[in-house]
């Protein structure tokens, strides 16, 4: 039952799914751009490469033979895992759906137009002239992002034509991979969004995890909790649709599927990723009988997993880095964290770090049935403590 498990992107999340794979006796070799990344720091090897480059991407995969390749990050030389999955090599969940995923503009139009799935309205602008038509198409205020991107890089909120030349030049900059091409969306004016953690196997039923709400700041992720409130006619229809696009995706692990919550509109379907997502660090809290990167290894190694349970509430809060800096970076206030009752930290171990990069996390929780917002204040102000420097 030992596989070799090439993991693409060793940050924090991938940290996560090494120590849940070791702990299955599993071995991986953990690669990213940059030596000392977080999951390389626990992985049996490591690799140092940009993931978009096709040819050292491929002289990897040679070097090691892996039995599975386990994409941790959107910024991979994509068309290259088609090959490897025709070889016999596992990618995970598959290499369709990594392909879709990374490109916002595949995974809006098999949502949209081939699954049927309720979205905000949206168009395509490869310059600055089309941006400005689909601005006014869609109307103000409106929502630009780059096709392909991560963590809220290039997005914007546009409120007038006047911000669309500036939203098109950060919009590109913020791009990752060759496409320079834009999606502009309608703003949702929603009550909520929330993340539905979904979990396909190979030979057993879609598992869908408690929801977990989030906040966002520039489309970066800054808090999550577990369970999140939401009308059960709202979640049917989410879990109706995580069904749905991640069997036309195809493939075994976890996802992180994305949605709007309106109480006047329903559910509108955002987006999503196909690994561990970043608000799913709230179950390191315990919240669930399983956490997100258990679950996840499971998958993918086409263990059975009979059900998710939520065993009890939970919260978590980043601590973010307010210097940049190429030395190691040192914390402060450590103490006043571990101190609390009911209570996780999770320091990272990124080697380099820069203004508002994530370095680590607080999470707290608390039995079903407590109050929401007061773990939420707790677990905010306890990651505040924690200065970076």
């Not at 057993?204 to 800054?222: A, E, M, N, S």
């Not at 075994?252 to 329903?266: D, R, T």
Request: proline content about 5%; aromatic content about 6%.
């Amino acid at each position: 039952m030992t596989k070799k498990i090439l993991l693409l992107g060793s940050g924090e999340l991938g940290k996560e799914f090494v120590i849940a794979a070791k702990r299955l006796g599993q071995h991986v070799v953990a690669c990213d751009s940059y030596p000392g990344a977080p999951a390389m720091q626990v992985a049996d090897e490591c690799e140092v490469f940009s993931m978009l480059d096709g040819e050292a991407l491929e002289k990897a995969v040679r070097k090691h033979q892996p039995d599975l390749i386990v994409p941790e990050i959107e910024a991979i030389r994509t068309e290259r895992l088609y090959e490897f999955e025709q070889e016999g090599i596992q990618v995970v969940p598959s290499a369709r759906a990594v392909n879709f995923t990374m490109n916002r503009k595949a995974i809006r139009d098999l949502a949209a137009k081939e699954l049927g799935l309720k979205t905000a309205r949206y168009f395509y602008a490869k310059s600055l002239e089309e941006l400005k038509e689909a601005a006014e198409k869609v109307g103000f205020p409106c929502v630009v992002k780059p096709l392909m991107s991560s963590s809220g890089k290039g997005q914007s909120l546009v409120k007038s034509a006047d911000e669309l030349e500036h939203a098109w030049e950060y919009g590109c900059s913020g791009s990752r991979g060759d496409i320079k091409e834009l999606i502009v969306e309608e703003f949702i004016r929603f009550d909520s969004e929330i993340t539905l953690l979904t979990v396909t196997q190979k030979n057993g039923p879609t598992l869908f995890c408690p929801p977990i709400g989030h906040v966002q700041k520039g489309g970066d992720y800054r808090e999550s909790f577990q369970p999140a409130a939401i009308d059960p006619e709202h979640l049917k229809q989410a879990q109706e649709m995580a069904e749905k696009v991640t069997r036309a995706l195809t493939g075994a692990g976890i996802w992180g599927v994305e949605f709007f919550l309106s109480h006047e509109n329903g559910v509108y379907f955002s987006e999503l990723s196909p690994r561990p997502h970043d608000t799913g660090m709230v179950t390191l809290a315990g919240t669930q009988n399983l956490t997100e990167f258990e679950l996840h290894c499971r998958a993918v190694l086409g263990l059975p997993i009979p059900c998710v349970k939520l065993e009890r509430m939970g919260a978590s809060a980043v601590i973010l880095s307010p210097i940049a800096s190429q030395e190691a970076p040192r914390y402060r206030g450590m103490e006043e964290v571990t101190a609390a009752e009911d209570t996780d930290l999770r320091i990272f171990g990124k080697p380099t770090t820069r203004v508002n990069r994530r370095m680590g996390v607080v999470v707290c929780y608390a039995p079903v049935g407590s109050n929401m917002d007061a773990l939420r204040d707790k677990t905010k102000a306890l990651a505040g403590k924690v200065e970076v420097y």
